[in-house]
């Protein structure tokens, strides 16, 4: 366990261009980028395409699912193209979702049957998911500057969350933008499978991200992941 200091307060920095929902036009939520966010040409582009090809899918940013109420927070890397990119909620759809949201089940942090559609009813408890790139990047690999551009959002995702006391990264990119938003010192928090770094009243932990990938090449066994969440479900009672 590391514990480390911050160098700011976990305050949000305000989205700079659109930040109307796509869900409700007639509500500004500055923890939520509009369906036409601009400010990563690269990612816009890529959504305009896919949005040709797909016009069926969701191709927009990906809202956080769960309450902003509760004590753990996920942050994962960014929307995979026929997962999360498609039906619009995170890690539903592909490979990744399948294991985060059994090990959410088994730990009592959802409940229902998860069926990779997002009208499946699943219900998180106490528990919320979000990425730290909200648009599908090409060969799910973000750029720097669209990491820290996205950041605004993940900023004031955090400031929103009255009750947060637990955050799990899936993978180093997941990791590094957390800290950064929350205002930690980097060199004090590395990121490592399995270790939790205290930062005054809040815990973060680290996993290798749960995508096929990393599961296929043996990175992560499903044992690796579920003993991270034993952990924060020891940790939060
Ligand atoms: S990745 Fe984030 S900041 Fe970039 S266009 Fe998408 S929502 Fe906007």
């Given at each position: 366990?590391?514990t480390?200091?911050?160098?700011?307060?976990?305050?949000?920095?305000?989205?700079?261009?659109?930040?109307?929902?796509?869900?409700?036009?007639?509500?500004?939520?500055?923890?939520?980028p509009?369906?036409?966010?601009?400010?990563?040409?690269?990612?816009?582009?890529?959504?305009?395409?896919?949005?040709?090809?797909?016009?069926?899918?969701?191709?927009?940013?990906?809202?956080?699912?769960?309450?902003?109420?509760?004590?753990?927070?996920?942050?994962?890397?960014?929307?995979?193209?026929?997962?999360?990119?498609?039906?619009?909620?995170?890690?539903?759809?592909?490979?990744?979702?399948?294991?985060?949201?059994?090990?959410?089940?088994?730990?009592?942090?959802?409940?229902?049957?998860?069926?990779?559609?997002?009208?499946?009813?699943?219900?998180?408890?106490?528990?919320?998911?979000?990425?730290?790139?909200?648009?599908?990047?090409?060969?799910?690999?973000?750029?720097?500057?669209e990491?820290?551009?996205?950041?605004?959002?993940?900023?004031?995702?955090?400031?929103?969350?009255?009750?947060l006391?637990?955050?799990?990264?899936?993978?180093?990119?997941?990791?590094?933008s957390?800290?950064?938003?929350?205002?930690?010192?980097?060199?004090?928090?590395?990121?490592?499978?399995?270790?939790?770094?205290?930062?005054?009243?809040?815990?973060?932990?680290?996993?290798?991200?749960?995508?096929?990938?990393?599961?296929?090449?043996?990175?992560?066994?499903?044992?690796m992941?579920?003993?991270?969440?034993?952990?924060?479900?020891?940790?939060?009672?």
């Amino acid at each position: 366990m590391t514990t480390i200091s911050t160098t700011k307060p976990p305050s949000p920095s305000r989205p700079v261009a659109d930040i109307r929902p796509d869900t409700d036009p007639g509500i500004v939520d500055p923890a939520e980028p509009g369906r036409d966010c601009p400010l990563c040409p690269r990612l816009v582009d890529f959504r305009n395409t896919i949005r040709s090809r797909e016009p069926g899918w969701h191709n927009a940013p990906v809202r956080s699912f769960g309450d902003r109420d509760a004590a753990l927070l996920i942050v994962g890397l960014a929307p995979g193209l026929q997962g999360a990119n498609r039906t619009g909620r995170p890690f539903t759809g592909d490979y990744a979702g399948d294991l985060l949201y059994a090990t959410l089940i088994a730990f009592g942090f959802a409940r229902g049957t998860y069926q990779a559609r997002p009208d499946d009813g699943l219900t998180l408890i106490d528990c919320r998911i979000s990425n730290a790139v909200r648009c599908v990047p090409p060969q799910n690999k973000p750029l720097p500057v669209e990491i820290r551009t996205c950041r605004q959002f993940l900023e004031t995702t955090l400031a929103d969350m009255p009750r947060l006391r637990a955050i799990v990264a899936l993978g180093r990119v997941a990791h590094d933008s957390t800290v950064k938003a929350l205002g930690l010192r980097a060199a004090a928090a590395p990121f490592a499978h399995g270790a939790m770094h205290q930062a005054g009243a809040l815990r973060l932990y680290d996993s290798y991200h749960c995508s096929r990938y990393n599961t296929n090449t043996g990175v992560l066994t499903p044992a690796m992941f579920q003993s991270v969440f034993a952990k924060v479900r020891a940790d939060l009672g």
